[in-house]
């Protein structure tokens, strides 16, 4: 039996901003006491808690138990997509660790380096590695290390290195089918993948070319007189798997299947596989050594080598640093921590959305903004907001997603518009904050200042303010056909 008044009252001003300050707070308290472990479960114990906050709230206005347990049903299954989809993303990181398909993408990138264009070339090198594992953190903390390391060896700017490494990382990050932030953002608004990637593209793409030409300019007014092939360990892959391009099979696989439209959790799944049987074909001793079994080269090894590397992620251990912790990742079980933050954030956005929380927040902005232009401005400045605010990129993912889906529709704007419109803002901006995790991260892995390498991380300075453009001229908005709204079962 229901022991609240069946007609919810209407929210209050105040009662509505309870649950965005005590999120506020946990998230920045979080980060504060734990600095960048806050995302290995204190960011989760956030989001959790201020869901439930939220959850209060609609108890007291009035709404029974059931709608509320009703709504957290509904985040779940808006996200079920997304969960098998990084599941298998885990896969395949594992997978294409041990079939030598990244070791062979970061060993070709390193011999194309050549002083003269520095900077520009680690941008160009991050963004490919960043789109072949769609993770901006893991190519700053490998490539990136390596790129900074070899820039103080050649006395160029490690700052300039930095916004290279990150502008090009995020690139990647954006547009990469593997990366659980495309994912996300393409889910919260129910677009499928690879129409947000194609629709990513359109702004992503100038934002980068844009950052391509300022490191072309200022590396052509850098003098280097030292070599690279000698400052970086990352050329010593070549020691530990089979370089050949033969090892990109798997990759070439994903693309065509993608181009075919085969459901982004089914092609990264097959990819997955096929690296499994790659890295049996070409790659035998890195399944020996992953398994630790040296005097026995069975059937049954490889098997179990692959499976465990779709379970657990590949690791070597060859006592090179930078090539183990390259290498060293992957598994279904690494898309765990990431899955319960993305639970926890759309959890809270959903019950805000739901019992008209956000509608209560948003609705004063939105009557100012009588364009497409002023309303792309104010998502955009939501977005870098809850960056700056919340001090997570999640967060700054998703809640724009449920803040602004209704107005997008109400206004007959395409979904995809929107989603990319979060993943500029939202995404590309986190590294720019000092305290926000993305930031914190980059600055203490590359071991450059935030405020330091801020003025050059081009592309993510770029991007927001191309998406911002498109929206005040109108450039690749996408139009809703007449009676077509988005997706009801969000």
């Given amino acids: ?60 206005n009035g709404n029974p138990w059931s709608a509320v347990s009703a709504a957290e049903g509904k985040a779940l299954a ?32 390193i011999k194309l380096l050549q002083p003269n264009w520095f900077y520009l070339a680690a941008a160009v090198i991050c963004a ?31 700052a300039v290195t930095a916004g290279a490494v990150i502008s090009g990382a995020y690139f990647g990050d954006k547009t990469s089918p593997l ?56 050329t010593k892959l070549s020691q530990l798997f089979w370089i050949t391009p033969l090892t990109l099979a798997p990759m070439l696989l994903l693309g065509f299947l993608s181009y075919r439209k085969v459901p982004p959790s089914l092609a990264i799944m097959v990819a997955a596989l096929v690296g499994g049987l790659t890295a049996i074909a070409l790659q035998p001793q890195a399944i020996i050594r992953f398994v630790n079994e040296p005097n026995t080269a069975t059937p049954l090894v490889f098997i179990k080598g692959v499976w465990l590397a779709m379970a657990n ?15 060293s990742r992957g598994g279904m079980d690494s898309m765990l921590i990431t899955l319960w933050i993305i639970i926890g954030a759309v959890t809270f956005g959903t019950i805000m959305e739901e019992f008209g929380m956000l509608a209560k927040l948003i609705t004063p902005l939105l009557r100012r903004t ?24 999640y967060i700054a993912l998703v809640l724009p997603a449920r803040m602004f889906r209704v107005e997008f529709q109400n206004r007959g704007l395409q979904p995809q518009n929107l ?36 003025p050059f991380a081009v592309f993510n300075i770029a991007s927001p303010i191309v998406s911002l453009l498109y929206g005040i ?11 077509v709204t988005f997706p009801e079962d969000l």
């Fill in 128 to 158: 490919v590695v960043s789109v072949a594992i769609g993770s901006s953190w893991t190519t700053a903390g490998t490539i990136g290390v390596g790129l900074v390391g070899i820039a103080l060896a050649l006395g160029v700017s490690p």
């Fill in 419 to 454: 989603s990319r419109l979060a993943a500029d803002a939202g995404t590309v901006t986190s590294p720019l904050v000092p305290w926000n995790s993305c930031g914190a991260f980059m600055a203490a892995t590359l071991g450059v200042s935030t405020f330091l390498y801020l």
């Fill in 313 to 327: 992620g590949f690791s070597e251990n060859s006592g090179i640093v930078d090539v183990d912790r390259l290498l």
């Fill in 473 to 483: 001229t109108g450039f690749k908005i996408e139009k809703l056909p007449a009676g």
């Fill in 1 to 60: 039996m229901e022991v609240f008044p069946p007609n919810p009252k209407p929210n209050n001003s105040v009662h509505v901003l309870i649950p965005l300050v005590v999120l506020i707070g946990l998230i920045g308290g979080s980060v504060m006491l734990f600095g960048l472990g806050a995302i290995d479960g204190p960011v989760q114990v956030a989001l959790i808690l201020s869901a439930t906050v939220a959850a209060m709230v609609a108890l007291k």
């Fill in 370 to 393: 009588r364009t497409t232009g002023g309303l792309f401005a104010t998502a955009i400045a939501t977005a870098i907001g809850l960056n700056i605010f919340a001090g997570d990129q």
């Fill in 78 to 109: 808006s996200v079920s997509g997304a969960i098998f989809i990084l599941l298998a993303v885990g896969a395949l990181i594992g997978t294409w660790n041990m079939a030598g398909t990244i070791p062979t993408l970061v060993y070709y990138g």
């Fill in 179 to 234: 990366s659980e932030t495309t994912v996300l953002s393409a889910q919260m608004v129910e677009t499928d993948l690879y129409t947000h990637i194609r629709a990513q593209l359109w702004t992503s793409g100038p934002a980068f070319l844009i950052a391509l030409v300022v490191f072309a300019v200022i590396g052509s007014q850098t003098e280097v007189t030292a070599g690279v092939e000698t400052v970086t360990d990352l």
